[in-house]
């Protein structure tokens, strides 16, 4: 088969897209033939190589992908031949304490398929039968594979772990990306009153047509003094932050008393300077999340099946170009998931 891999990591250069051996399914894998895949922030750091992460070379990436079921190891039940499925990335071990209350994503043993070990980026991929959805007939292929790491990690960060409720105000960042622009959708859903920023004008206008309602342009103005200004000097209850180093200060400013402040990622560094003064005398809430539960994405993905959330593509390309594709999430181009295609299916 063909497929995405890198031997070692480094820049985009490093990407190739060539032969490798079929896998074969293990007794509770399943064969799938691979229509369509989605880039994540998470493939440029599995590129260019994370601290205490060490990968079987040649390294095949992705997180997101969809496509046909061709084989099933002996143990697999759920699925046959036929059946149109997509990957939930998260593997837990089902055993450890946090399994055993449903937090999957606390697994003790808990990784990431494409990113600790062989993605699906390529014309075949065996993956456990527990981390395979069933896509409904209508999905297409594209929005079966651009919906499931960012929309279950939205919709953990916002309903589960910050409990947006009605009647809120939260501030989504980065709102053109993959997380940001679920957010934004799940927030509106919630019947929270949606704060997002970009940074162009065709970005915001597009962050307003999934349910933002007030938008600020934060590369032509500081988005906390912006938030006072928007909510009478009260400021938001939740901020959805995956930003990290570059807007955390701004975020606690952007915060009413009592709010929270959730993060799933930091794109731009993870040690920002802090302010606990501004922590405790306003009694702010930092909260973490992490991908989601198996429940949970059972919850946001029946949402996407029914149109409820819609999955924004930016671009499909061919794999052969996921170099390229790597420099659009780098860059910050466009608006929404970058997907990508074996050659052989364009
Ligand atoms: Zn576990």
Same mark, same amino acid.
């Given at each position: 088969m063909k497929a995405v891999q890198f031997t070692e990591h480094g820049g985009t250069e490093v990407i190739e897209y060539g032969d490798f051996p079929d896998p074969e399914p293990e007794r509770d894998e399943v064969l799938v033939d691979v229509k369509a895949g989605a880039l994540n922030h998470l493939d440029v750091w599995t590129r260019r190589g994370l601290p205490g992460i060490t990968l079987d070379m040649p390294h095949i990436p992705g997180s997101d992908g969809a496509g046909e079921v061709v084989d099933v190891g002996d $143990?697999?039940?759920r699925f046959e031949p036929g059946d149109r499925v997509a990957l939930s990335a998260g593997v837990s071990c089902g055993k450890c304490e946090f399994c055993r209350h449903g937090e999957h994503s606390m697994c003790v043993n808990y990784h990431i398929i494409g990113e600790h070990v062989r993605g699906v980026h390529s014309e075949l991929a065996a993956v456990p039968e527990d981390n395979l959805l069933s896509v409904p007939e209508g999905v297409s292929w594209e929005t079966a594979a651009a919906a499931p790491l960012v929309f279950q990690t939205a919709w953990r960060m916002l309903i /589960?772990?910050? $409990?947006v409720t009605s009647g809120e105000r939260v501030l989504v960042l980065g709102a053109s990306g993959g997380v940001g622009h679920a957010a934004v959708q799940i927030a509106d859903y919630a019947g929270a009153t949606v704060y997002a920023t970009g940074s162009s004008e065709a970005k915001l206008e597009h962050a307003r047509e999934l349910g933002a309602d007030h938008v600020i342009d934060y590369e032509a103005e500081d988005f906390a003094s912006q938030i006072r200004e928007m909510t009478g000097g009260r400021g938001v209850d939740v901020v959805v932050d995956h930003i990290g180093k570059a807007t955390w200060q701004d975020s606690l400013r952007s915060l009413a008393k009592g709010g929270r402040i959730v993060t799933c !990622?930091?794109? /731009? !560094? !993870?040690?920002p300077e802090t302010d606990i003064n501004r922590i405790f005398w306003n009694q702010l809430s930092v909260i973490g999340s992490t991908m989601a539960s198996l429940g949970e994405a059972d919850d946001v993905m029946e949402l996407v099946w029914d149109g409820t959330f819609e999955p924004a593509i930016r671009e499909v390309l061919p794999m052969s170009e996921t170099a390229r594709a790597h420099e659009m999430l780098e860059n910050r181009e466009g608006f929404g998931k970058v997907v990508v295609k074996p050659d052989s299916e364009l």
């Open positions: $143990d697999v039940t /589960t772990r910050a $409990d !990622g930091a794109t /731009t !560094g !993870g040690q």
